[in-house]
């Protein structure tokens, strides 16, 4: 089993920085892919980056590209969000996920089997 844990989120005004951490423990060793999602009210989760294990490509949703990046930390298993330019729309709880599968379709939240427990960003002024 595979645990991801969020940290890093918070309250900012548009055009502010945030910078998300997750971190992995247990058999991490078996990951391929680690990713994150979001999920605003009334809304289904969705699609934000991916990060791929073996070699370190990476992938962005359009409404996200060129502010948004994700990067690793292999010796500690963990992987960042760095969020600049935020917008009020990227208001939303986000998740943390991984998986071992090859192949995965990154941008279905159904493909991924561990999840963190979310962390709350806001975007107002």
């Known amino acids: 089993q595979v645990r991801l844990v969020e940290s890093g989120g918070g309250s900012v005004q548009p055009g502010g920085s945030l910078r998300l951490s997750c971190a992995a423990s247990?058999?991490?060793?078996?990951?391929?892919?680690m990713g994150w999602f979001r999920q605003a009210p009334g809304k289904e989760r969705e699609f934000v980056a991916v990060m791929f294990w073996n070699d370190g490509s990476t992938d962005y949703s359009d409404s996200v590209k060129g502010r948004f990046a994700i990067s690793r930390d292999n010796a500690e298993s963990t992987v960042y969000l760095q969020m600049n330019g935020l917008k009020p729309e990227d208001t939303a709880v986000y998740y943390c996920?991984?998986?071992?599968?090859?192949?995965?379709?990154?941008?279905?939240?159904?493909?991924?089997?561990?999840w963190g427990q979310g962390t709350q960003v806001t975007v107002s002024s």
């Open positions: 247990g058999r991490t060793f078996s990951l391929r892919t």
């Open positions: 996920a991984a998986d071992s599968k090859f192949g995965l379709v990154v941008s279905s939240a159904t493909q991924y089997q561990y």
